[in-house]
């Protein structure tokens, strides 16, 4: 399987190479020459397997110039027990007749990145073995919360790699923070950002794209990579969970032949929702794939109208890691829907760029609205929801989840299709703890507790175990205390690599 680019400037390049970049040269993103078929005998097969052999059999579809062993080194290293504290990785829960959700947060970092985060590090290692890179591979991320501890994580102690995290100084959940400055291992770095998530965002684009920067950091033997969704390497393990997913409501016997699923997830980047797609496209029968948004809609309007338009203020919500106006996988999927329309899809990235919307037109929107269904949901409606969620189902959900929990119902009750539907479920609700707290608990229980102390409470008032990386993480020691200036990123980061 060679991969090309979504803007047409690039291709024939082995999935080794298009992990390692991350990004293309011309811009796009990388994608596969084309979708792998799962055949009736794969699903048939399958359906007896572990998430670990499942994952192999997927993985090897894209992977062709990986060995069977090195696929089931980086599998084996990723989803383990030591990493993992759910032996099925992502457990199916069983909320009503029709409706499932899939817990993707039994990770490190206790967020759905685990699932890619954990693994991606393995497959860089081996991309840079197979293809005899002699740099070091330094990464570089911007987060707002989620990506950056999910990162540090993976990366850390990985040989060959360095990986540095730029946060916003005040703009990440106290428990983030802590997850993120209190990283062990001997490659990584963290430093925040006097400035708002888009500051640091554009700061580290601004750094990939100094040539004369990059060039420094060759002579060091050195070069940048991307943990971010727009690599490769961290959409496909994600095919890999939905795919398992419908495997799991075969065996449960939930599903009549012929019987299609719809999947609802709580959509930012557009990463995990394309992952689903995906699913489809080799094979899973998928009726609807239902993009829940918070108010930061853009994606809502899209997949009702076909107009993109970024052109509207930033919301910040309580479900921050949904915060964001470009979507940049959403360019994946227009690659796919206009068969592969290079010219097309960099025409509307420009005009994106340029102008802040584009419109693809009545055919393309068409496709997109059979395969789509949106809404979004405000911050009100999302607490509403984990409250009903929690006195109904006695289920406690984290403020995303409660975000697709909320879309799915408005899909319910809109089109009436009650097919079996798995929602996605994004980060464990300690994680968010302060606002799901708020939601199912007093407000005189709460009055003057830091957010530590409203998690030990939460933890004590719904009998739902708190996940050990979470626990007393207020006493670990601090190692990172780095904050700069917007301006001077880069030379915190050859601060770190010891750069003159
Ligand atoms: C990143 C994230 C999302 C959004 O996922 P995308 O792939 O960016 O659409 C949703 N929920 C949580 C908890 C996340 O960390």
Redesign the pocket.
């Known amino acids: 399987m060679n991969y090309i680019s979504s803007r047409g400037q690039a291709w024939g390049i082995s999935a080794a190479e298009v992990i390692k970049k991350g990004i293309a040269p011309d811009g796009g993103l990388f994608v596969p020459e084309y979708i792998p078929q799962l055949t009736k005998e794969d699903f048939a097969a399958m359906e007896g397997w572990n998430y670990q052999e499942r994952a192999r059999h997927i993985l090897a579809y894209y992977l062709s110039d990986f060995t069977e062993s090195e696929i089931k080194d980086c599998v084996e290293g990723a989803y383990n027990s030591k990493n993992f504290d759910e032996g099925s990785i992502a457990p199916l829960v069983k909320l009503g007749e029709k409706k499932y959700v899939q817990e993707l947060w039994h990770g490190p970092t206790c967020?759905?990145?685990d699932m890619a985060l954990q693994i991606l590090p393995h497959l860089m290692s081996t991309s840079m073995n197979t293809t005899g890179e002699t740099s070091e591979i330094v990464i570089l991320v911007a987060t707002s919360g989620?990506?950056g501890k999910a990162a540090l994580e993976g990366f850390s102690d990985v040989p060959g790699t360095r990986i540095i995290v730029f946060y916003p100084d005040q703009g990440v959940s106290e428990v983030q923070k802590r997850q993120m400055v209190t990283q062990e291992g001997s490659n990584v770095y963290v430093a925040g950002v006097r400035g708002n998530f888009d500051d640091a965002q554009n700061g580290v684009k601004g750094i990939f794209s100094q040539e004369d920067y990059n060039l420094v950091l060759k002579q060091q033997q050195m070069k940048l990579s991307s943990a971010n969704?727009i690599n490769w390497g961290r959409l496909l393990p994600q095919i890999v969970y939905y795919i398992s997913a419908y495997l799991d409501l075969c065996k449960e016997g939930a599903l009549k032949s012929g019987d299609k699923i719809n999947i609802a997830v709580?959509?930012?980047?557009?990463?995990?929702?394309l992952a689903a797609y995906y699913a489809g496209r080799m094979g899973v029968p998928i009726g609807k794939l239902i993009c829940a948004a918070n108010t930061n809609n853009v994606l809502t309007d899209f997949i009702r109208k076909g107009v993109y338009n970024c052109n509207r203020p930033f919301e910040k919500t309580i479900s921050p890691?949904?915060d964001i106006l470009i979507s940049s996988n959403l360019e994946r999927l227009l690659f796919e829907i206009t068969a592969h329309d290079a010219s097309k899809v960099a025409a509307w990235m420009e005009e994106l760029k340029s102008r802040g919307n584009y419109d693809v037109g009545p055919e393309v929107y068409q496709q997109v609205a059979d395969c789509f269904w949106s809404d979004c949901c405000s911050d009100q409606e999302t607490i509403a929801t984990i409250r009903r969620t929690w006195q109904k189902d006695h289920y406690l959900i984290?403020t995303?989840t409660a975000v697709a929990v909320n879309v799915y119902e408005k899909y319910l009750q809109s089109t009436g299709d009650n097919s079996v539907t798995v929602i996605a479920s994004?980060?464990s609700p300690f994680k968010f703890g302060s606002s799901v707290a708020k939601a199912v608990m007093s407000e005189d229980m709460l009055a003057d507790r830091n957010e530590f102390e409203i998690l030990y409470l939460l933890e004590e008032f719904t009998g739902v175990r708190m996940p050990a990386a979470i626990k007393g993480l207020e006493n670990r020691p601090i190692l990172h205390n780095t904050i700069c200036q917007i301006d001077d990123m880069q030379k915190t980061v050859s601060q770190f690599l010891n750069i003159k």
């Open positions: 967020a759905f990145k989620d990506t969704s709580p959509t930012g980047n557009f990463g995990n929702i890691s949904m984290d995303h994004t980060a």
